[in-house]
């Protein structure tokens, strides 16, 4: 073989992608918004139901689910089986229900088989009732594109498509969740196979497992003890700071990162660690592509956008409508400032809270004292809330 040809075959794999993306004709396009923390949130109709119901759009999803109240309400037939499905907080016995559609701005998607899980917890959260979660059985079928700069997503025929210019490639194994090495790095600089997952409201979870015995953390981090949400209920989670992210050619710095246990081994240690979720990944308009492995990746105008850094140790849910205090960590902002279970915030900062969203983003300013006004037994009290930097 010449020295020309051979250069020819080394650089066919650079050129497996074409580009004119005006050329794509969409099958649906639709718009979604993206919670606090960076979940996806698109809103689809179940069969002829004509109510508009609240989905999560999850690649760390295995197929696609509906909440068991949601089921309950519109009298969907399930049927039990003895399959678990396991998320990071747990896992749980499956029912089903078969030979279902979902209608996405007028599209329609036949012959899917939802499985049914509870989705209280994510409801109460969020301050949103979750009605279901769309993964594998969706972007399996189609290429989708995700534009947070216009929060519209695109979905496309596997067949042809012809990606847009100047964008960067990725290639995870799909299994069925799409899993990418990734750099990472602080005391020690390890590279680790970690899900993308668009359904996670978090920068970045490492299996604490994993962060222990490559000894990857410095020592001297602190660590701070929150709760996180997930498939099977609440779970215990530390929250810190990681030095390097990269992925791809694309470096992040200070990473908020949370460390959990992981008894189920969602994470596939020794061969996975963890994840990367949404408030990375919405920095970057995607193009996700199953039917051939790969991700393109585009910074966006949300590229630089602050880390969320602030630390308050409140659990914050909406319950009957009202925002209020769950759980308070040990030692925390929250427990300094007297926070007490059930205890229900009216304003702060002298800005009345109407939502957990709400409450969520004012809590997000680091390094300040927050004046809260709280109703506890039909009293009402002042709270004095400093928030806490995680960098520190």
């Known amino acids: 073989m010449s020295k020309k040809i051979l250069f020819l075959f080394l650089l066919l794999p650079f050129f497996q992608h074409t580009y004119a993306a005006d050329k794509n004709t969409p099958l649906a396009k ?29 690649t760390g999803c295995g197929g696609i689910s509906l909440d068991s109240a949601t089921a309950e309400d519109y009298k969907i037939p399930t049927t039990k089986t003895d399959v678990n499905v396991i998320g990071i907080a747990g896992k749980r016995l499956l029912s089903f229900a078969y030979n279902h559609s979902l209608t996405l701005n007028g599209y329609k998607m036949d012959s899917l088989q939802f499985h049914i899980n509870d989705y209280e917890i994510l409801t109460a959260a969020n301050g949103l009732k979750i009605d279901g979660v769309i993964g594998y059985s969706f972007f399996k079928r189609y290429i989708v594109s995700i534009n947070y700069d216009e929060s519209v997503i695109t979905v496309y025929d596997t ?22 090495d990734v750099i990472l790095s602080d005391a020690k600089t390890i590279t680790s196979n970690l899900i993308f997952d668009t359904g996670a409201g978090l920068f970045a979870l490492l299996n604490n497992k994993c962060a222990k015995e490559s000894g990857l953390l410095f020592k001297k981090r602190k660590r701070y003890n929150i709760l996180a949400e997930g ?42 660690c963890g994840l990367i979720g949404n408030e990375i990944l919405r920095r970057f308009n995607v193009i996700i592509n199953y039917a051939q492995s790969t991700i ?36 925390s902002p929250g427990e300094k400032a007297g ?10 900062d002298n800005v009345l809270i109407n939502n957990v969203q709400q409450c969520k983003t004012l809590f997000q300013n680091t390094d300040k004292t927050l004046m809260v006004w709280v109703l506890r037994d039909d009293t009402t009290k002042f709270l004095r809330l400093e928030i806490q930097n995680i960098q520190y």
């Open 339 to 348: 926070f007490m279970p059930e205890d229900i915030i009216v304003a702060i």
């Open 30 to 58: 639709f718009g979604f918004i993206v919670l606090n923390g960076g979940t996806i949130i698109i809103k689809a109709q179940l069969d002829t139901i004509s109510d508009t119901l609240n989905f999560i759009l999850d």
């Open 296 to 331: 393109y990746l585009k910074p966006n105008s949300h590229y630089f956008d602050l880390f969320d850094y602030s630390y308050t140790g409140l659990s914050v849910y909406s319950i009957d409508n009202k925002v209020t205090i769950t759980e308070i960590m040990p030692n």
């Open 231 to 272: 498939i099977g209920g609440k779970k215990q989670a530390e929250l810190t700071v990681i030095n390097k992210v990269k992925i791809g050619k694309f470096s992040f710095r200070n990473v908020p990162l949370y460390l959990m246990d992981d008894e189920n081994n969602v994470t596939g240690y020794p061969s996975g």
């Open 159 to 180: 067949a042809n498509f012809q990606y847009p210019k100047n964008g960067y490639y990725l290639y995870p194994l799909i299994h069925p969740l799409p899993h990418q």
